[in-house]
């Protein structure tokens, strides 16, 4: 059978665009949420759970102009996917922008399908479009498009580093987690670090952790949602 391609030029000097096999990220789902929940351990922090059902490859992106935010943590169970988003304060409201694999067949407009009958594209989603990539910035404001445009964000890799130091016991030990942030700007992203866990720790009863993992780097995906 032959196989549907869509080209930008032509078959011999375009470059392939669209393919039956390979699978497109398409726009699934987007929505508002609000970091209010304070994270144990550390004052002032914030935080929220988002929760989809039906993912198989989600990616999860945030748009947010009032404060850095970043989620550091998610975890899946089957095809139900929970992310945990940080805020170093009340975030204010927030959208978040859902992009999977597997969006469902509308049988309307353009739509290609593999052998299993799974859209691999289709004009009726929004594709999610790739504006920059930022591998192991460091802080400050990163100029991406113009003022026009409208930017979210998605961790790649995600920076996070344990600092120790006096806990509020006296004796105590506070072992404190930083981990990368993003925060919308006009024509682009500013990244920063905002703590999203502090423990505190007795070192005669229960000791600190010794050389805790650490990876200062991060890598962003910077999403082009101007119009969404």
Same mark, same amino acid.
């Given at each position: 059978?032959?196989?549907?391609?869509?080209?930008?030029?032509?078959?011999?000097?375009?470059?392939?665009?669209?393919?039956?096999?390979?699978?497109?990220?398409?726009?699934?789902?987007?929505?508002?949420?609000?970091?209010?929940?304070?994270?144990?351990?550390?004052?002032?922090?914030?935080?929220?759970?988002?929760?989809?059902?039906?993912?198989?490859? #989600?990616?999860?992106?945030?748009?947010?102009?009032?404060?850095?935010?970043?989620?550091?943590?998610? +975890?899946?169970?089957?095809?139900?996917?929970?992310?945990?988003?940080?805020?170093?304060?009340? +975030?204010?409201?927030?959208? /978040?922008?859902?992009?999977?694999?597997?969006?469902?067949?509308?049988?309307?407009?353009?739509?290609?399908?593999?052998?299993?009958?799974?859209?691999?594209?289709?004009?009726?989603?929004? #594709?999610?479009?790739?504006?920059?990539?930022?591998?192991?910035?460091?802080?400050?404001? /990163?100029?991406?498009?113009?003022?026009?445009?409208?930017?979210?964000?998605?961790?790649?890799? +995600?920076?996070?580093? /344990?600092?120790?130091?006096?806990?509020?016991?006296? +004796?105590?030990?506070?072992?404190?987690?930083?981990?990368?942030?993003?925060?919308?700007?006009?024509?682009?992203?500013?990244?920063?670090?905002?703590?999203?866990?502090?423990?505190?720790?007795?070192?005669?009863?229960?000791?600190? #952790?010794?050389? #805790?993992?650490?990876?200062?780097?991060?890598?962003?995906?910077?999403?082009?949602?101007?119009?969404?």
């Amino acid at each position: 059978m032959a196989e549907a391609q869509v080209f930008f030029d032509n078959p011999v000097t375009g470059k392939r665009q669209i393919d039956q096999t390979f699978k497109n990220l398409h726009l699934i789902t987007k929505g508002t949420a609000e970091a209010t929940l304070n994270a144990g351990g550390n004052q002032g922090l914030k935080y929220v759970d988002l929760t989809f059902n039906n993912c198989k490859s #989600p990616l999860l992106a945030i748009y947010n102009p009032t404060l850095p935010v970043a989620w550091y943590r998610y +975890s899946f169970n089957g095809t139900t996917w929970a992310w945990r988003v940080f805020s170093s304060g009340n +975030s204010g409201t927030f959208e /978040y922008y859902l992009f999977d694999t597997n969006p469902p067949p509308l049988n309307m407009g353009m739509e290609l399908m593999n052998a299993a009958s799974e859209v691999t594209f289709s004009l009726g989603y929004r #594709p999610m479009r790739v504006a920059g990539v930022l591998m192991e910035p460091g802080l400050g404001n /990163y100029a991406i498009g113009s003022s026009a445009q409208k930017f979210a964000y998605a961790p790649m890799r +995600s920076g996070f580093t /344990y600092n120790q130091g006096p806990g509020p016991g006296g +004796s105590s030990v506070l072992v404190v987690t930083t981990v990368s942030a993003t925060q919308a700007i006009s024509g682009g992203v500013k990244i920063a670090q905002i703590s999203t866990d502090a423990q505190e720790y007795n070192p005669s009863t229960n000791p600190p #952790p010794t050389n #805790p993992p650490t990876q200062t780097g991060s890598d962003w995906l910077i999403l082009d949602v101007t119009g969404w």
